[in-house]
């Protein structure tokens, strides 16, 4: 399991305050990791994840279905129910669900789907399949969280344009700081943040930089990107960060960036708080 030691951060989030990218894996021995994964995680289950939040002050968050665990989503839905209405969750499905599925799923905390482009996980997925789940989770109010490398954004822009729902990209498209802010990746991607439904998370600085610890590097792509949509940016811990290796980060160090990415107190609030709690629907 995941070293639980967490340095406690200088800075505190406001109250509500939402870790919106974080996972639980297996434990094995209860929920089982798919056998067509990429990667194998160490467990990292739903008492370390409470642990974690309870030390860097986070009283929401939402749990995102990781393609080690491929669909079966037991374990996110398990996490979920032991939270007291706190966590929400993003579900991996196939073509094979059913309304029923998706009824099912929006009862116990799901508000969106995932795909992964990633692809040394695996990616990419069938353009058809995607469309034709997007069409079964609009009505739902859900959204898509689309999991790519740097380097496919560009490729991938006419499909994301062409999404019938909120699309939400993760860990700031995987880009490279070492690439600076003009590079053809960063700029398709604030390009996209032009439409509305376009959100982007602003964490990952741990994949985004290029020099290491303490990640200041990717600072600039952050701030960017809430310049562009202050009320369309996410931010969560990535907890416990897999396929980064032993050089994960500690997660009391990336909370301390939050006041470096988002320096005006507006900002954020809204980062933190009002944007999950209205792409989320934590008072329903």
């Known amino acids: 399991?995941?070293?639980?030691?967490?340095?406690?951060?200088?800075?505190?989030?406001?109250?509500?305050?939402?870790?919106?990218?974080?996972?639980?894996?297996?434990?094995?021995?209860?929920?089982?990791?798919?056998?067509?994964?990429?990667?194998?995680?160490?467990?990292?289950?739903?008492?370390?994840?409470?642990?974690?939040?309870?030390?860097?002050?986070?009283?929401?968050?939402?749990?995102?279905?990781?393609?080690?665990?491929?669909?079966?989503?037991?374990?996110?839905?398990?996490?979920?129910?032991?939270?007291?209405?706190?966590?929400?969750?993003?579900?991996?499905v196939d073509d094979s669900l059913g309304d029923a599925g998706y009824a099912s799923l929006h009862e116990r905390g799901v508000r969106g789907v995932r795909f992964n482009f990633v692809?040394?996980?695996?990616?990419?997925?069938?353009?058809a399949v995607v469309t034709r789940v997007v069409e079964r989770v609009r009505p739902l109010g859900w959204h898509v969280v689309v999991h790519l490398d740097a380097v496919d954004i560009v490729e991938l822009s006419p499909l994301l344009r062409r999404l019938q729902a909120p699309f939400l990209i993760d860990h700031m498209g995987r880009v490279k700081a070492a690439g600076g802010l003009d590079q053809p990746a960063f700029k398709a991607l604030l390009d996209l943040m032009a439409l509305d439904r376009c959100w982007v998370k602003v964490c990952g600085a741990e994949r985004v930089s290029s020099q290491g610890p303490p990640f200041h590097d990717a600072i600039p792509f952050a701030q960017a990107l809430i310049a562009r949509a202050?009320?369309?940016?996410?931010?969560?811990?990535?907890?416990?960060?897999?396929?980064?290796?032993?050089?994960?980060?500690?997660?009391?160090?990336?909370?301390?960036?939050?006041?470096?990415?988002?320096?005006?107190?507006?900002?954020?609030?809204?980062?933190l708080v009002a944007n999950p709690l209205r792409l989320y629907d934590f008072n329903s």
């Open 1 to 92: 399991m995941p070293q639980l030691y967490v340095r406690v951060p200088r800075y505190r989030p406001p109250p509500l305050a939402c870790d919106a990218h974080c996972h639980v894996f297996g434990p094995a021995a209860r929920f089982p990791y798919a056998g067509s994964r990429a990667y194998t995680p160490e467990d990292a289950p739903k008492e370390q994840l409470a642990a974690l939040h309870q030390a860097l002050g986070f009283e929401r968050a939402v749990i995102v279905q990781a393609s080690c665990h491929g669909t079966d989503n037991s374990a996110m839905l398990d996490a979920i129910a032991a939270s007291g209405g706190r966590y929400r969750g993003v579900a991996i």
């Open 119 to 127: 692809k040394h996980l695996g990616g990419m997925p069938d353009p």
């Open 230 to 271: 202050p009320d369309r940016v996410l931010w969560g811990t990535d907890w416990p960060h897999p396929n980064v290796g032993p050089n994960a980060p500690n997660d009391g160090d990336l909370v301390d960036l939050l006041p470096l990415i988002a320096p005006d107190p507006g900002n954020r609030d809204a980062l």
